[in-house]
C-alpha cells in the first residue's frame, strides 16, 4: 500500500504491527515478523527516517507507530517536493542539449504502438501537467471507461485546470454521467458537443490522439506533438469547439 511512497512491502509490515500493538522492542518484532535482527533493525532504521515509527524514551528500547494519516500527508509532501526537484533537473538536463537540438522536426512527433503503450504514454502526459489539461472524449477508450481515472483526481488535488469536451456518445456509456458529476464536482470543467477526434493536450505543450482515423485500431497507436503549427492548430480546434459546446449540467 505505501510502496508508492518509497516504502518496502517488509518495512509497511513492520509499521502494521506497530499499528496493532503499541511499544513493541526490536527483539519482539523479530520474532513475530520472523526476518533477521539485522534486517528488523535496518527496517526500524527505514521507517523513523520517514516518520513512520519512533522511540520510546527508556529501556528496553521500544517502537510506535506514527498515526497514519499524518504520516502519510508528510510522507506524500515529501515525494512532491522530490518530484518537482526532479523535474527541475530535468529542464537543467535540457539545457545540456546543444541549440540546434531542441526543437527538430523530426523531434516534435512521437509515434506510440500497443494498446498499454498508450494507455501508459497517456498517463504520462497527464501526471506531467503542471498548470492545464485539455481533453476531448469520445469512445472507443484503451482503458475501461467505467472506472474513475485516478490521474484526473490527481490533477485537480494538485490544482491544475482540467476541461473536457464530451461526445455525446460519450456519455451515452453506462455510468459515464456518474463519472462525469464526481469529476465535476471535484472542479472539471465539462461541456459537450460533437467532436471530431480525441485529443488531451498538456499545458499548451504537448498533445496525444489517435494515429489513425480506424475506429478499430484507434487505441492501438497514438501521435505525440510537441511544440509545433500542428499542436497550435489542435489548440485552436479545442478552443473553437469549447466555445460552441454547452455544460454536460446545466
Not at 133 to 153: H, I, K, M, T
Amino acid at each position: 500500500m505505501l510502496q508508492a511512497l518509497g516504502v518496502g512491502e517488509e518495512d509497511e509490515a513492520l509499521y502494521r504491527m506497530l499499528l496493532r500493538e503499541r511499544g513493541l522492542t526490536p527483539a519482539e518484532l523479530t520474532e513475530r515478523s520472523g526476518r533477521g535482527a539485522r534486517a528488523v533493525r535496518q527496517s526500524l532504521h527505514r521507517l523513523a527516517e520517514c516518520g513512520l515509527v519512533s522511540r520510546l524514551a527508556g529501556r528496553p528500547t521500544r517502537y510506535v507507530a506514527a498515526r497514519p494519516d499524518t504520516a502519510v500527508e508528510a510522507l506524500i509532501a515529501r515525494r512532491q517536493q522530490e518530484l518537482a526537484a526532479t523535474r527541475q533537473a530535468a529542464q537543467l538536463l535540457l539545457a545540456d542539449l546543444p541549440a540546434d537540438r531542441r526543437h527538430r522536426p523530426e523531434e516534435e512527433l512521437e509515434i506510440v504502438f500497443g494498446r498499454e503503450a498508450v494507455a501508459t504514454r497517456f498517463q504520462q502526459l497527464q501526471q506531467s501537467t503542471r498548470q492545464e489539461l485539455l481533453v476531448l472524449d469520445r469512445p472507443p477508450y484503451a482503458q475501461n471507461p467505467s472506472e474513475p481515472n485516478p490521474g484526473e483526481n490527481d490533477l485537480l488535488n494538485r490544482g491544475v485546470r482540467l476541461r473536457g469536451i464530451y461526445a455525446p456518445e460519450a456519455l451515452e456509456l453506462p455510468g459515464a454521467l456518474r463519472l462525469i458529476r464526481a469529476a465535476v464536482d471535484a472542479g472539471e470543467e465539462a461541456r459537450v458537443c460533437d467532436v471530431p477526434l480525441k485529443l488531451a493536450i498538456s499545458d499548451r505543450s504537448a498533445a496525444i490522439l489517435p494515429f489513425t482515423a480506424d475506429r478499430d485500431a484507434m487505441v492501438d497507436s497514438a501521435l505525440v506533438v510537441y511544440a509545433s503549427t500542428l499542436l497550435d492548430a489542435l489548440i485552436r480546434l479545442f478552443d473553437l469547439l469549447w466555445n460552441v459546446a454547452v455544460p454536460v449540467f446545466a
